[in-house]
């Protein structure tokens, strides 16, 4: 392994220490008597300083080396690898953490082609089409820490709770939900469709007696969609668990598993987040306000919006008002919003004892877009297969899912949830193809 | 939530206590006095019982709940699912860990139809049509606890190691390998291609300065294969770093990855997998053996084996004699096979500089089966251009694999490997289909 010290890692490091350090080319200011290289690795950026030595120089003559030295650094192109080993020194007037490396040797890795196809200007579509260019930026990188974090403190916290991981397969023989925007794929002498969650087969586990499950894991949508928050592909959080007795602990567990993904977030990155990116992440403090979602409409009616919808849904113009109202009325970035009419809701989420029009389902909002949607879900056969029929769907076509629920089944539920749209709102970007590793879209396969 | 208490911990409750505990029916007794039943959860099974009343009993008269109750223990099936209050007792009489719970009320939850579809001496094929009812057997709920610990482990090294974890895309816009063995897609206007590894796009975090990534995701074959290690659909996992100087440098993580993976295991479950399935697991020591695939070859043909295959691969008899040779001559149950052919490699891994027809690259075999690929990979275009262009590819259809690596790009490396294929050889099991939660193969979609 190259001996390599994480620029982040010099600072701790006595003045004169030899050091190397690798990385990419950000500028070289190639001055006639000094030059300057600004070095980026993934923890940060350092000068790298040279005294040059220039054909003529009475140097060049008793040094060739240095002659040479001057001479590659002079080619360095932005973007360009390389390893260099130098000689550490501490100097309080260096900008860059008061840290200069003079250069003893330069090892290039891979030199760029002159010209970066993309500027810190270039457009959205643009900055795809170079994705890995785009990634390079600060703020780029320090979004896919902050999710590896969040990911990893959701992971903890469900494995200090027993959860059991699943990987639930994304080949299909049926459609998990709807017809709709399903992916088909040829598959030998059948069809496969390609999954739009992991509902089914996380309902499997509670048959399965697994009692609480999670999956982080890709989901597709044959959507064609252009919005901020939509994408063919994306990655979806999803947990289910057995032995609740509504919709409200499903509730719990998930503002508890926020908190935790957000206060492990706020310790590791606060700080970054605030200088790089300039928004001041705060930990959530307790219980996330609930809004049934007839006082939803009511809310938001009395603020003066009307809805453009028929079917009673937030859009998400009503999605961001509430927000807000709740926003102003709470302090609370987050609220449930609960017991959508059975009409916009699947036929597998549980309906209200009392007033079967209404289901045990929530939608969750953040900064004012939904992340997640969860719901206890139907177990009992006789109940889940007039609710099918009362969506129109055909039994036969769900027979590998109903079969589920005749050999013994726990009241169970769960949720799904968007993970580039959590880390769109925590960090306030304008769309998820800034959180997205590669974007999918109806005109986006590449690179 | 139901107030419960997993069958595992009330060893610790007093006698006497008044407690709730849900699971589902593995056997009822319903003798003319007295009913037992035995309740499995999650995490271990309990004794029930209930003094039986039945009618024409005196206290029938008197108590007609405690008739109802019995009448009703009477219909249980086994897989039904109920949460159950009553008295616990100790009583180290009791086979089921000295422990009886009398049943006060029962809440069934979901009756089971009478006969379960399947029984334990049912065919592989046949427990797969009923994988929900299979997978409530205790050895395989161990094994899903086993690599859940094994996945959390993984991703704890790599968190340690500031790791960065990535989604990369399934739909790719063209082949990320070859083009055998693709599931193809209609994508809108045109076709994608389901990614059969995420090799290119970790790649391509490389070109992205995010120096080391690790992902843990589905891939994909098209494979027709029938056998007890391949499936058309797998969890890939995956792990690329930036800044080495060969293969070796991503073996030495690879080996320390899996032990601190196995450790993690042995604390956790050792007891278990030794009392459920009969395998004594024992954390790897040091550096795992390697051998050249030349020298390999010289092994097994010295013990007594002629391997079928024309191109100097070894064959899964070959791996399997090679394995026990090294678990004989070092006592491995691992060993990294080294410097395979450049025929038998994709373009991409680095050929030697000293001798181009070798690759710096590995196979990392477990118990007599390959499990990884791993190698340096080719980072010079014009170097990686002429190793396409020898394997036959069209440039073109690299070109946005080959971008990645015209803007500067350092030298990295790293493996994927097939985690069913771990769990399968760590468990002993026969097959991937036990170690995988819903297999996929080519006859094989549902449930």
Excluded: C
Excluded at 133 to 160: C, K, M, N, S, Y
Excluded at 245 to 270: K, P, W, Y
Excluded at 410 to 421: D, E, K, S, V
Aim: hydrophobic share 40%; glycine share 6%.
């Amino acid at each position: 392994m190259t001996t390599r010290t994480l620029i982040r890692d010099l600072a701790h490091l006595p003045d004169g220490s030899e050091v190397s350090v690798s990385g990419w080319v950000e500028t070289v200011r190639d001055q006639k008597k000094v030059q300057f290289v600004i070095l980026r690795d993934e923890t940060g950026s350092l000068q790298l300083v040279n005294p040059a030595t220039r054909e003529g120089d009475e140097a060049a003559a008793t040094n060739p080396e240095a002659l040479e030295l001057t001479e590659s650094i002079s080619t360095l192109t932005h973007g360009s690898m390389l390893s260099v080993a130098g000689t550490l020194k501490h100097d309080e007037r260096v900008k860059l953490g008061g840290l200069e490396v003079k250069i003893g040797s330069v090892d290039l890795a891979s030199l760029s082609l002159p010209e970066l196809p993309i500027a810190e200007d270039s457009s959205v579509d643009k900055r795809m089409d170079w994705r890995f260019v785009d990634l390079r930026r600060p703020d780029a990188q320090l979004l896919f820490r902050v999710q590896t974090t969040f990911e990893h403190a959701l992971r903890g916290w469900w494995i200090e709770r027993d959860f059991i991981e699943i990987h639930t397969p994304k080949l299909m023989a049926s459609a998990s939900e709807s017809r709709a925007e399903l992916f088909e794929v040829p598959y030998f002498e059948t069809t496969a469709y390609l999954a739009q969650s992991p509902q089914f087969f996380k309902q499997m586990a509670q048959s399965a007696g697994f009692g609480r499950i999670f999956e982080i894991a890709p989901a597709f949508r044959a959507d064609p969609s252009f919005t901020a928050r939509h994408a063919t592909e994306f990655t979806s959080v999803d947990m289910e668990v057995s032995w609740i007795d509504s919709h409200e602990n499903v509730m719990v567990m998930h503002e508890e598993l926020l908190t935790a993904g957000i206060q492990s977030v706020v310790e590791r990155h606060g700080e970054a987040i605030r200088d790089r990116i300039g928004v001041e992440l705060v930990t959530p403090t307790g219980a996330f306000p609930r809004v049934a979602l007839q006082e939803a409409r009511e809310k938001v009616a009395a603020d003066g919006y009307t809805i453009p919808r028929e079917d009673g849904d937030l859009d998400p113009e009503a999605e961001r008002r509430l927000s807000a109202l709740i926003k102003a009325e709470t302090g609370s970035d987050f609220v449930f919003v609960t017991d959508y009419d059975t009409a916009i809701r699947p036929f597998y989420h549980m309906r209200h004892d009392d007033n079967p029009a209404l289901t045990k389902s929530y939608d969750l909002l953040y900064n004012g877009t939904e992340i997640a949607t969860g719901a206890q879900r139907e177990h009992r056969i006789d109940v889940l297969e007039a609710q099918a029929q009362d969506k129109g769907m055909s039994l036969e076509d769900l027979e590998h899912y109903l079969d589920f629920f005749r050999y013994g089944v726990p009241p169970h539920g769960g949720f799904g949830m968007g993970l580039a749209r959590v880390i769109m709102l925590m960090l306030e970007q304008t769309s998820i193809r800034e959180s997205t590793y590669l974007f999918r879209g109806p005109n986006r396969l590449q690179p």
